[in-house]
């Protein structure tokens, strides 16, 4: 059982490249979400997803693009990097939100843009 | 929409002594407040959570405690080991459901 499961784990890419970083679960939640995590803001709600097909803006949207077609997969797509988006990316998902929203987070993906 | 103030950002205390951790919150209508243990290198996970109908939470050696009038909730760690080392993050979710974490506090426990 791998549970929620992050690719790659580390990436460095160049500034302006297109990058996507995977999230997979198996336990067929509901609610997906990418976090980024950078010292001193904690963890920041980038997108989520209620459902297949079902996308919505968190905090700090503005240069992400996110997808979810199939309930399991849930990619985070960053179409033209830029060094403000070095950062640790965690994905999570949950049965609901609220107090039936545990999230079970994903091992993270660090990312450095040069 | 929410926000999520957390206090202090570091935290050292002598192995056995108690840990508090502070947050506070804006949005009258949050009404679920999580805890989230971070150790280096590893992702967060739940360590304790609290409803808006209830003042007080415990779990061995850590206990959450909510002040809703006061909008602020706090983790009492006591007798503290070294492996409650680690960010902890407080969280919570307000009128639209969405979680906000608190900015996280580095505990590191001397031993």
């Known amino acids: 059982d791998a549970g929620i499961t992050q690719s790659p784990r580390y990436k460095i890419t160049e500034t302006g490249r297109q990058v996507t970083l995977m999230c997979h679960q198996t336990w067929s939640h509901s609610y997906m979400f990418w976090y980024r995590q950078d010292l001193g803001h904690g963890l920041r709600l980038i997108y989520y997803s209620a459902a297949a097909d079902i996308t919505d803006k968190g905090e700090v949207p503005d240069g992400y693009v996110v997808s979810r077609s199939k309930t399991e997969n849930f990619p985070l797509t960053l179409e033209s990097a830029t060094r403000s988006q070095t950062s640790v990316y965690f994905c999570a998902s949950s049965e609901g939100t609220g107090d039936t929203g545990e999230l079970f987070f994903g091992e993270g993906s660090r990312l450095t843009v040069l | 929409g929410e926000n999520v103030e957390q206090h202090p950002s570091t935290l050292s205390v002598q192995e056995g002594d108690s840990a508090v951790i502070k947050c506070t919150y804006s949005?009258?209508?949050?009404?679920?407040f999580p805890w989230y243990k971070q150790e280096l290198g590893k992702r967060p996970q739940l360590i304790i959570d609290i409803r808006s109908n209830v003042g007080e939470k415990k779990d061995q050696r850590i206990a959450v405690t909510l002040n809703k009038t006061a909008k602020h909730f706090s983790l009492h760690i006591t007798e503290t080991q070294p492996e409650d080392s680690a960010v902890y993050f407080c969280?919570?979710?307000?009128?639209?459901?969405?979680?906000?974490f608190g900015t996280g506090t580095r505990l590191t426990i001397i031993p």
């Open positions: 949005d009258s209508a949050s009404n679920y």
């Open positions: 969280a919570a979710t307000g009128g639209n459901e969405k979680l906000t």
